[in-house]
Every structure is written in C-alpha cells, then in structure tokens.
C-alpha cells in the first residue's frame, strides 16, 4: 500500500494494488505504470485556522468506546524502554519538549461540540514534565505498571513519559499515551524523532499535522470514490451475516468486557518455510496464507462456513501521511466462505480475491460501515465479528541514543 501512494505520487498514476501482485518485478510495474491511468496527485492541504476541528473517523470511533470503557485503559498505548549507559534527563526532557512543539496531536484535547459531536482542539502551549522516580523496593513490572492510568480526553496533552531510576547506569523510561492520537506506525516514527532530537540533530519541518487529514477526510466522504468503496463493502455484507458461534466453556456474559489472556507459541522453522512456500507458490503474502488458514480453523471450531474476521490496516493511503502522528489505522471486516469441500490452494485463491479487493477499498471507514448496515446491538458482542487477525508487520524502529 505504501509502493502504490508512493508510485502515485512520483507518477500520477494510478496503480491497482492487484497490478503490484500481478507485476511483481520493477520492468514489470514499470510497465505498467507506462500504461497507467492518470490521477493527478492531490496533496492534502493545511486546514485554515479554527477554534476546534473535526474528528476524523478513526477517532470519533475511539472517543465512543473510551466514553463506553468509562475512565478505563483498554485504549492506552504503554511501552518501556530499557535505557543502559549515563543518562542525560535535561537533554531527554528537551527532546520531549521538541516532539510536543512538533506534533500537534501530542497536543490536542477532544470536546463536545454544542450538537454532541466530538471536535479536537489543538493547543499552542503544552505544559509538559518528565517524571522521575526511584525504583525503590518494586519491581521493574510493578514501577510499569503504576504509572499506567486512565487518560481524561478532554485534558491534554494525551502523552505522559517517566524515568525510573534503577541504578546509576540503568534507567527505564516510560511512555503512554491514548490511541486516539496514536497508532501502531506513530510508535515508531516518535522513537525515531526521539533517538534524533535526542542527539541533537534537526527534523525537517513537517507540511501537514493530523488535523489536515482530518479536514481533507470531511471532503472526501462527499466524493465518487467514497461511494463506490460505500457500495463494494455493502455488496460485501449482504443479506444475512454470520455470527461467529465458538464453543466455550461458560455462557457468555451479557455485556462483553477486555478480561482475558494470552496463549503465546512460535512457529518452528520447517512450519514457517512452508508457509512462506506456500505464498510465493501462490503469488500471496504471507497475510493472506494465514488469514486463510486462520479462518478454516474458525470453521472447524464452530462447525460455519461462512466467516467474518475483523483485520487492522495502517490506514495512511497517502505519501503526505507517513511522517505524521496520529490515529490511522482503520478495520476491515473481511467475509470468507471456507466450505469444507474445497481444496486448501483454492481457498487460498479466494482469500487472496477478497483481500486484495479490501485493500483496494480500505478508505472507507469501518464505523460507517456498522452505522449504514444498520446491525441489531448486541451488547455481549462487537458489532460485525468476533475476532481478529492482526499482523504485525510495521518496522519495528531500535532507539540509539549517544
């Protein structure tokens, strides 16, 4: 998805995500951006100054379930970092100070508008301290987990980082902060910053903030190509949908809650070349040989043949947005019909079909979709599906701090 709003960019071409598969050397692409259909790369613009701006989708869609969670932290994004070596807090505390000056989410509060809605509203001045504490008696795990606490939206910045001094050479920093402004890409492009601020080397200016996206969103819901995404995923979720029946070993609750907990596994080499085999053997990814393998098991489990997985895309179509952080990503319920009949590689061809289509469609924002099919609420379940298939596929960035 990135190569193609690159290719457009560079091009103004157009080129179908399908077409990357189909062509999957660069004669072969550059082929077939020779032949492509012009589309005049519109670059999304700053918005003009305002009191507060809209939210864009993925964010309305996060500010209703953290109203719903009520002062939980199912939404917060923690992550420790371990810090070997003499630390310098003036100089990591001017870093933070610098990343905040940058990013306009990691200044930004959410309000009601007088209709009810959410706006966001963007503030010059940031307050901002780095917190510094002592170890003490806890432990590493007890310090984390501490310092992890409900964020209130309306109260910026969504952002809070501390430093736990375990001895003189070893430190931890910590860092949370709430989905609504952040993403699983903005992790990493904020530890990168971070490493460079850090050691004192400037950033190139940023042309856009999150707001603009926000903005430039509004008019895109009023386009062509949000209706034609708006009919392919109606088409999609026709008629009577599936839900997903596991067989558990209590009766469900009556409202759905975040309690659980984790089965952790690693696939062996062999397994894991065979997968990769089967991929290439079928011109897939390995995404797509999973998410096929994953819902026969869901079919086997539950005896259906007709499947619907919900799967996180990163949500930035558009080469403007890379350098930018914020809430991109969006959901994708993706239908699958594994009927026991058929041979696992066609499958796997169907899987491939459906997949291929929804990233060609992946601009149409998921909670629209559950407000147009117009769902019975069920509150013991999520609206559309009951699992997910997540893969995570992001560069994991290292922090090198002199």
């Known amino acids: 998805t990135a190569l193609v709003s690159r290719i457009t960019k560079e091009f103004d071409v157009q080129v179908p995500l399908k077409d990357v598969f189909a062509h999957p050397t660069v004669e072969g692409l550059a082929a ?27 964010q309305k869609r996060i500010y209703v379930l953290q109203q719903l969670e009520d002062g ?30 940058r990013h306009e989410s990691l200044r930004t509060s959410f309000e009601q508008d007088a209709g009810g809605d959410p706006v966001q509203r963007i503030h010059d001045e940031m307050p901002f301290t780095l917190q510094t504490t ?46 609504i402004i952040s993403d699983g890409v903005s992790v990493n492009i904020l530890i990168r910053e971070f490493g460079e601020l850090y050691n004192n080397r400037r950033l190139p200016a940023l042309r856009i903030q999150y707001k603009d996206y926000a903005v430039w969103q509004e008019g895109f819901k009023t386009g062509d190509t949000y209706k034609t995404q708006e009919a392919y995923w109606l088409k999609q979720l026709e008629g009577e949908l599936p839900v997903l029946d596991l067989p558990a070993d209590h009766a469900r ?46 079919s086997r ?58 990233f060609e469609h992946q601009d149409y924002p998921f909670e629209e979709l559950v407000d147009k099919l117009e769902l019975t609420r069920d509150m013991s379940r999520n609206p559309l599906f009951d699992v997910m298939f997540v893969l995570q596929n992001m560069d994991q960035e290292s922090l090198e701090l002199n």
């Open 134 to 179: 002592v170890l003490g008696a806890r432990t590493e795990e007890e310090a984390a987990a501490a310092f992890i606490k409900p964020f209130d939206l309306s109260q910026a910045p969504l952002f809070r980082a501390q430093i736990v001094k375990v001895s003189d050479e070893r430190h931890l920093l910590l860092v949370d902060m709430h989905h």
């Open 253 to 298: 609750p009556p409202v759905r809650s975040f309690a659980g907990d984790k089965v952790s596994f690693t696939l062996d080499q062999e397994v894991a070349s065979g997968l990769h085999k089967l991929a290439r053997e079928n011109g897939s990814t390995l995404y797509m040989v999973l998410l096929a393998a994953y819902t026969a098991f869901l």
């Open 72 to 101: 939980g932290t199912g939404y917060n994004m923690p992550a420790v970092l371990e810090l070997e070596g003499k630390l310098n807090p003036e100089r990591m505390d001017r870093a933070f100070q610098e990343l905040i000056k």
């Open 301 to 358: 489990l539950s005896g259906q043949e007709d499947i619907i997985v919900g799967s996180p895309i990163a949500g930035r179509p558009h080469k403007d947005l890379e350098p930018i952080l914020g809430m991109f990503v969006n959901t994708l319920a993706l239908r699958t019909r594994p009927e026991g009949g058929k041979p696992f590689v066609q499958y796997l061809q169907e899987v491939r079909e459906t997949a291929l289509e929804a």
């Open 32 to 58: 077939v951006i020779r032949e492509g259909t012009d589309s005049p790369y519109e670059a999304i613009k700053p918005a003009e100054k305002q009191e507060t701006y809209p939210v864009s989708s993925a």
